[in-house]
């Protein structure tokens, strides 16, 4: 029951977004000056953020041997979760759920550290924040920044029970708006600000690796929109995409070998071609057999048909993408 381990997520709760920590103003200080303040902070702060997130998130939920043993980590009632509605038990590490690309079946979450923010950008994001506030310091949650990604949707609720349990949580979004709506302005995750101490706030997301692969596509051509300088995006954004090129070659291999069989199931035909449908000629008594090897060669003529259909698509998919990302930059 794939409902089950979907449901907790609608029932998430949003928590208004705290302001980060705030140095003791000196005079004549500027915004300028407590942003370079903050992203000194944050320097100072990333290795602890990260051993603490490996260590009390990724380890856990990476080694456990139940959801019964998960939940007893971090003190979270089991009862919700280790049966769905029928009374089945239900698998920790279910293979529907695997991440499918030579990750380990046993690897639950994977952790995405985030780089850490340049100046100019930390400097006008805060800059950004103030005026949508009324020129009020605001303070940037998001120096200190990972995204746990996952398959398993349980997985990703009991990541958020867990952290709820671990964490102050200073602020909480559920961008999941396509369980209310079906439809959705942001990739979809649960997007949280937690107190690592003495009121730094940190940002966790939790997400979908599919919807994380579309966000890190998005995300380029934000780059773009926000650029303010053509300098700004003079690094290539878009990389031809090889694991593409890897499933055109494979598909070209299959298409090979069907056309091998076309090949060998014409050569057949040509040599049945004396013996008639009802059996009459030939040899005789064939009708069944011959109407049986000729359905079978129009099957295989339509497989190489429709494998010659997917990868000119495939092909053009790509040319496309391609096509459209120099377009932008050309503008």
């Not at 977004?17 to 000196?26: S, V």
């Not at 300028?32 to 990260?50: G, I, P």
């Not at 593409?244 to 070209?252: H, I, M, P, S, T």
């Amino acid at each position: 029951d794939n409902g089950h381990r979907y449901r907790e997520i609608e029932r998430i709760e949003e928590i208004p977004a705290a302001k980060q920590y705030a140095f003791p103003a000196e005079p004549g200080e500027t915004t300028e000056d407590r942003v370079e303040l903050l992203l000194s902070m944050a320097d100072w702060k990333e290795k602890e953020f990260q051993d603490r997130m490996k260590s009390e998130i990724v380890e856990p939920m990476n080694t456990a041997s139940s959801i019964a043993d998960l939940c007893k980590t971090y003190g979270i009632d089991s009862s919700a979760y280790i049966y769905d509605k029928f009374g089945t038990p239900v698998e920790l590490k279910d293979p529907l759920f695997a991440f499918g690309d030579g990750t380990p079946n046993n690897i639950l979450v994977k952790p995405r550290f985030g780089p850490p923010k340049g100046y100019q950008r930390a400097l006008a994001k805060e800059k950004e924040g103030m005026k949508k506030m009324g020129d009020k310091w605001i303070g940037l949650r998001d120096l200190n920044r990972v995204t746990f990604e996952f398959e398993d949707p349980l997985m990703l609720t009991l990541a958020y029970k867990a952290l709820m349990k671990k964490y102050k949580v200073s602020g909480l979004k559920n961008k999941f708006e396509w369980i209310f709506t079906e439809t959705y302005e942001q990739p979809p995750d649960i997007h949280m600000n937690l107190d690592l101490g003495e009121g730094w706030l940190v940002e966790v997301q939790l997400m979908f690796a599919s919807v994380l692969t579309v966000k890190k596509e998005l995300h380029k051509f934000y780059d773009i929109v926000r650029a303010k300088e053509p300098t700004t995006i003079l690094s290539p954004l878009f990389d031809k995409p090889k694991t593409n090129e890897g499933r055109v070659k494979e598909e070209l291999k299959r298409t090979n070998k069907a056309l091998d069989s076309v090949k060998n199931a014409e050569r057949m035909n040509q040599r049945l071609s004396f013996i008639n449908l009802d059996g009459s000629g030939g040899g005789g008594g064939g009708s069944g057999e011959n109407k049986r090897l000729r359905e079978e060669i129009e099957e295989v003529k339509k497989e190489n048909k429709r494998l010659k259909a997917f990868i000119r698509e495939k092909m053009v998919d790509e040319a496309r993408m391609i096509d459209e990302a120099r377009e932008i930059l050309e503008e």
